[in-house]
């Protein structure tokens, strides 16, 4: 190299990496850093951790005893489980069906990439209003059987709606990623199967589910990591209610800072909620590492 | 023999055509009740009959757009594109170096990068707060500063993809003619990376736009963005829902166009990670 010595060489990677690293280290640890010191302190929004508002443990644990936490967490142990099986039996579902190439695809994929595009809370308002008890469409396409339920002002209605909204927002997710799997899978195996004269059922149960195992299971921890993130639709639809029976562990997280202003016990529930996201994100990438996946 | 399978190939095509436009139907549905209802006057909205036709009318558009919400339109733009831009220019270095040096510190960052891509925004919140307002970082600065932050993890892993696929032979050549590494960095390596840097410009700007939690607590009146204005169309004593639907129509424009042009970009964007290749 001409112009460098080999000092500047050796300076050469550090200056490209500098401004994404700083800008990281201060943006996105720093922060959780300060989260886990805030988790110990009894602080309300504008006040100093000072050693009088030191609680220590006392805090997680009376965090974890809140009967409005545990409640949440329920919720979101709900939740997360029916919407991401549901999005995976109905988007693996559909990929199998549709597998084969058919004309129009794009147009239709185009499509279904829409509502993961629009913001989370357009979402949550569209959805608001589709299932209001007086204005919205669906109540006005059950008036017909003579129906009007109060979907948001009922504690399992609500629930029911903030899952169907998920599931209309993330089925196409996992269909685009289960069919993209499927283009990918080595023809060969199908083929023998089908010269050893499986069925099409047996071909799909014993050849492709278990060579698409693997991007399955990336989709699953995909969403269910995103499943326990996401508070925007929520918040725009119910805001947590009736009661709790809408409430998201990240929703009560927020609510809590921000809304009955306890920092200290929304750290540290917000350190919890870390712990769970970075454990699912590390074993994602034992499976899928991206730096391993050289010369592709 | 053979025209029965030809004609049973057809049908079985037009099944699956119909299977798969009744899902897409699906997915636009509610998409198509926010616009026909932000066409509407209130009356026809508080009648409780939906119905897809009316003599649409702008009125719900022109009343959004004189409030505050251009404001927060403009602070939204500025936002968005500034923090789109940094990333990609900051993220595709970081990659590059990851990519093409050896250097102690790599696999920290490398690894941290990753690890760190799913921090919940609302594990965010709170010490983004107590950190940013004593140092006048809240408003518009701070939040482009949290949305690169917020991005790099995914610009990075996903730039990094790309290089990779880049010959080294290339960059060798030109080393070999005089050229330093940053002159060949920003003149032979970006333009080659064009795809990759269209999806995660749609990322980045897409998560910009659209974000509101970290928005709702560190900008006020005047710094607002779009997703938190359109929020504050509910109000205590009701929802004008055609206004409330224009104003949601206006923020989720951007997305929508951008997904009828780069469709392919973004479904590159989706997969990858998950699907090799």
């Known amino acids: 190299m001409q112009l460098g010595s080999g000092f500047d060489r050796r300076l050469t990677p550090y200056i490209f990496a500098a401004p994404a690293v700083l800008i990281m280290l201060f943006g996105l640890l720093y922060p959780v850093v300060e989260a886990l010191r805030l988790a110990f302190y009894e602080v309300r929004l504008g006040e100093q951790m000072t050693p009088q508002a030191f609680r220590g443990f006392a805090i997680f644990a009376e965090a974890l005893s809140d ?3 545990r409640k949440s967490m329920a919720v979101t142990l709900q939740f997360s489980v029916i919407v991401v099986f549901v999005e995976m039996a109905l988007g693996v579902g559909l990929a199998l069906a549709l597998e084969k190439p058919l004309r129009g695809m794009m147009v239709f994929r185009t499509l279904l990439v829409l509502p993961m595009m629009i913001a989370p809370i357009c979402v949550g308002l569209i959805w608001r209003y589709m299932f209001d008890v007086n204005v ?3 109540n006005g396409w059950l008036s017909v059987f ?5 979907w948001l002002a009922d504690p399992g ?16 997710f996992v269909f685009i990623l289960a069919l993209a799997g499927l283009q990918g899978l080595d023809q060969s195996s199908v083929e023998a199967a089908k010269m050893d004269g499986a069925t099409t059922l047996q071909i799909i149960r014993y050849v492709k589910l278990p060579l698409l195992a693997p991007i399955l299971m990336i989709t699953i921890l995909m969403r269910v990591i995103d499943a326990l993130r996401g508070l925007e639709v929520v918040y725009a639809m119910t805001n947590g209610g009736p009661g709790l029976s809408t409430e998201l562990f990240s929703l009560h997280i927020y609510k809590s800072a921000f809304v009955t202003q306890r920092m200290g016990h929304s750290a540290a529930l917000s350190i919890g909620l870390l ?8 074993l994602l990438l034992m499976w899928s590492n991206p730096l391993r996946q050289k010369g592709r | 023999m053979p025209d029965a399978f030809a004609t049973n190939e057809r049908n079985n095509n037009a099944v699956r055509l ?6 897409a139907a699906i997915s636009i549905l509610p998409i198509l009740v926010m616009l026909s209802t932000s066409l509407k006057t209130q009356r026809q909205v508080f009648s409780g009959d939906f119905s897809f036709f009316m003599v649409p009318t702008f009125e719900n558009y022109r009343t959004v757009l004189e409030g505050r919400f251009l404001g927060y339109l403009g602070n939204s733009v500025v936002v968005s594109l500034f923090a789109t831009v940094l990333t990609l220019v900051f993220g595709t270095m970081c990659a590059y170096a990851i990519s093409r040096f050896k250097f102690s510190g790599r696999s ?16 965010l919140a709170i010490p983004v707060y107590f950190i940013f307002t004593p140092l006048h970082l809240d408003g518009l600065v701070g939040l482009t500063i949290s ?3 917020l991005n790099l993890p995914f610009t990075i892993w996903l730039l990094y993809g790309f290089i990779e696929q880049v010959p080294t032979e290339l960059e060798e050549a030109a080393t070999v003619d005089g050229c330093g590494p940053f002159r060949l960095f920003f003149t032979l390596i970006l333009p080659l990376l064009k795809p990759g840097l269209a999806a995660a410009a749609i990322f980045t700007f897409r998560i910009a736009w659209n974000e509101l939690v970290l928005a709702s607590i560190l900008t006020n009146r005047t710094s607002r963005t779009l997703p938190y204005g359109v929020y504050l169309f509910i109000t205590d004593v009701g929802i004008d829902w055609g206004q409330l639907m224009a104003a949601g129509m206006l923020v989720a424009l951007p997305p929508l166009i951008f997904t009828f042009v780069a469709a392919r970009q973004i479904i590159t964007g989706l997969t990858a990670g998950a699907v090799k290749g």
């Open chain 1, 67 to 69: 009967s409005s936490v």
């Open chain 1, 136 to 138: 919205g469409p669906i």
């Open chain 1, 146 to 150: 003579g129906l009007k339920p109060a």
């Open chain 1, 157 to 172: 209605l609500a629930f029911f709606a903030i899952c169907v909204t998920d599931i209309w927002q993330f089925t196409p």
């Open chain 1, 275 to 282: 712990v769970v996201t970075t454990a699912l994100s590390a």
């Open chain 2, 18 to 23: 119909a299977a798969v436009a009744a899902f």
């Open chain 2, 108 to 123: 920290p960052i490398a690894f941290g990068t990753l690890l760190i891509r799913t921090v919940p925004p609302a594990v």
């Open chain 2, 147 to 149: 949305y690169i932050a």
